[in-house]
């Protein structure tokens, strides 16, 4: 009976081992490199497949660590694919480069597509001063502050980016989703199939197809959206087009000029600050609550739809018939100099004393 189960336990043993080798492995090289720069130097990097972690400061030193990790089964492939990746860096004070570089045969991505894993994350410091040009698809991009000029792209992955106080950014992103942004003062954002929020703005130009923003507070905003939800609550200027467009904003403090087709525009308030009003829509329900402090003249113009008001407007002018509706006039004061104007087809018009 002894001699039984001694046979038993290393059975066991032997399977215990060939479970053990049959585990995921884990294997990992390293990248550093670091130098001292110019305080307005230049840092791009070019990365896929993990995650760049920026972190700015005080120094005038740029300083690199790449972690590459690769998870399989199979010790030999997973060296194979250690060995296929690499970092190129090129560095000097005024610019400093670093780029991941894959390469491995059709055989090898078919077998590495199905058995292997494998991550390339960067971790950066570099001067608070300093430009970068980053490009990360598949992963994550964070990045705390900085003074310089920020271009970023980013594809299926996802952005966290803290102050950007230069006035010219460059944000590019594809099928991206919960990206955030705590202030930019200024830049471009094109935008496509993916969802973003940002704390506050100061001027900004947005490009976005199928995608879902949310403004906290914004100065200037341009935009071209199609097929998307814009949520905006505090916004000085708002100008822009689009078509399938749901935009809601809470607070519009200056000026407003849009131009909609398949939508609703929902705005909370028009306050009494505010200049010119100017929407053009098709197929759009408009709702607009009216600050009961503003001062305005008013052109209405409709066709095949209604216009609602909740208080009384001063007709100068009126004209309706089955299918259009123009009206003129006033609101608030004789003198008044802001101006509200809406052209509206197929589409509900709505308007709401906001307090």
């Given amino acids: 009976m002894k001699m039984i189960s001694f046979n038993r336990y290393l059975i066991f043993l032997f399977l215990l ?9 884990e294997h990992t090289k390293k990248f550093h490199e670091e130098i001292q720069v110019n305080p307005n130097a230049l840092i791009e990097i070019n990365n896929s497949f993990g995650d760049l972690n920026i972190t700015s400061w005080d120094e005038d030193r740029v300083v690199i660590d790449v972690l590459i990790s690769v998870f399989g089964k199979n010790s030999k492939k997973i060296e194979e694919k250690l060995n296929s990746i690499d970092v190129l860096f090129s560095l000097s004070p005024e610019k400093v480069m670093a780029e991941t570089k894959i390469n491995e045969s059709w055989s090898f991505k078919w077998f590495s597509s199905s058995s292997l894993n494998y991550k390339i994350d960067y971790t950066i410091k570099l001067p608070r001063t300093s430009s970068v040009d980053l490009t990360n698809d598949y992963g994550t991009i964070r990045l705390n502050s900085l003074e310089g000029q920020a271009k970023i792209s980013c594809d299926f992955g996802k952005m966290i980016l803290g102050e950007l106080h230069a006035s010219n950014n460059e944000l590019d992103f594809d099928y991206t989703s919960n990206s955030t942004i705590d202030f930019i003062k ?81 705005i909370k308030q028009i306050n009494h600050s505010a200049k010119n009003i100017d929407i053009d829509t098709e197929y759009t329900s408009i709702q607009l609550g009216i600050d ?61 004393l906001s307090n």
């Fill in 186 to 266: 200024g830049g471009i954002i094109n935008a496509d199939y993916s969802d973003f929020e940002i704390e506050k703005a100061g001027q900004i130009e947005l490009n976005a197809d199928y995608t879902n923003s949310y403004f906290n507070s914004v100065t200037v905003l341009n935009f071209n959206n199609d097929f998307g939800k814009m949520n905006l609550e505090n916004v000085a200027i708002l100008k822009g087009k689009g078509n399938y467009l749901t935009l809601k904003c809470g607070i519009i403090s200056e000026q407003l000029t849009l131009d909609n087709e398949f939508g609703l525009i929902q």
């Fill in 17 to 25: 081992g060939a479970v053990t080798i049959s585990q995921a492995q």
């Fill in 292 to 352: 009961k402090d503003w001062s305005f003249t008013y052109e209405i113009d409709l066709e095949y739809t209604d216009l609602k008001s909740t208080f009384p407007l001063e007709h100068s002018v009126e004209k309706t018939n089955s299918t259009e509706k123009y009206y003129k006039g006033i609101y608030n004061q004789s003198s008044a100099l802001s101006k509200l104007k809406i052209t509206s087809e197929f589409g509900g018009v709505k308007l709401n």
